[in-house]
């Protein structure tokens, strides 16, 4: 198996809890498992989520959405009860949805600042990376934010990975992770790839994202257009990335699997899969 595949990373949301148990008998002991902070959600949503990612022998990384913090008190509960299971060695703060912030925070680079997060024992800490932009963010924006949180996390001696969001273009990828690097952000990768599900699904996703999923792009991917109620796997586009890495001029790069085509399905398919 190539190295691009060890060590993957997984996410769910806080109503995946039971969807998580059903698989965790093909999930390897201690992967990362990422706990979404979404506007349906709750602290003891997501906090239980979390604690169940504890149970079961993996490692929860809980999000941090920093617009949706309507206070360091909000913050500060969310980390205490978090820590009160053990779930606050990993996190990942994330700038989120809202347009306008909805407390003290602008940014993840404000969370992470602030200085709250190590006095909960947080020593590690993801941010997110975008290969196709970002529909409301200008590309300069996001390669200046990047460079300040990797200068922030280097400053605070904190360890950081960069998740990046669902691309469906292997060469805009490998190109992208290479600029990283020309950026001078050093910090591991885990490329985000969606489980295997419907083409229908997996194009609405690319959509709702701004994420631009030309006909030769969905082509070269493996979605066919004529045929929406058919299912596709990242298996072309993991080869592809596997075979474009060159550690030199990459890094450190690993996969981050957003399972909504189903939790158990995305897990037996990383099981079953070979390169």
């Known amino acids: ?82 820590r009160a299971i053990d779930a606050t060695e990993s996190v990942f703060s994330v700038g989120g949805d809202p347009a306008v912030p909805m407390g003290p925070y602008e940014d993840s680079l404000a969370v992470i600042e602030s200085g709250v997060l190590q006095q909960y024992g947080v020593t590690d800490i993801s941010v997110g990376g975008y290969p196709d932009g970002h529909p409301d963010i200008a590309s300069e924006v996001l390669w200046s934010a990047l460079e300040k949180k990797s200068a922030a996390l280097s400053r605070l001696q904190i360890p950081g990975t960069v998740i990046t969001q669902v691309d469906f273009d292997v060469d805009r990828v490998l190109s992208w992770v290479a600029e990283v690097r020309e950026h001078g952000v050093e910090m591991p990768i885990r490329v985000g790839v969606p489980g ?29 257009v004529t045929n929406l109620l058919g299912k596709a796997g990242p298996d072309r586009f993991i080869r592809d990335l596997a075979a474009g890495l060159d550690p030199g001029k990459h890094g450190t790069v690993k996969l981050h699997f957003y399972t909504f085509g189903g939790f158990k399905t995305t897990a037996e398919w990383i099981s079953n899969f070979s390169l």
């Open 1 to 82: 198996m190539s190295t691009v595949l060890n060590d993957f990373s997984m996410e769910m949301t806080g109503k995946d809890v039971e969807k998580v148990e059903n698989a965790a008998g093909v999930i390897p002991r201690g992967t990362r498992i990422n706990v979404t902070f979404l506007e349906n959600e709750d602290l003891t949503m997501r906090v239980n989520a979390a604690a169940a990612v504890k149970r079961l022998g993996f490692t929860p990384v809980p999000h941090i959405s920093a617009r949706r913090l309507k206070s360091q008190e909000m913050l500060e509960e969310f980390l205490t009860a978090l």
């Open 196 to 224: 295997p599900a419907s083409v229908k699904l997996l194009l609405g996703f690319a959509s709702r994202l701004g994420i631009s999923t030309s006909a030769t792009i969905a082509k070269k991917y493996g979605l066919s």
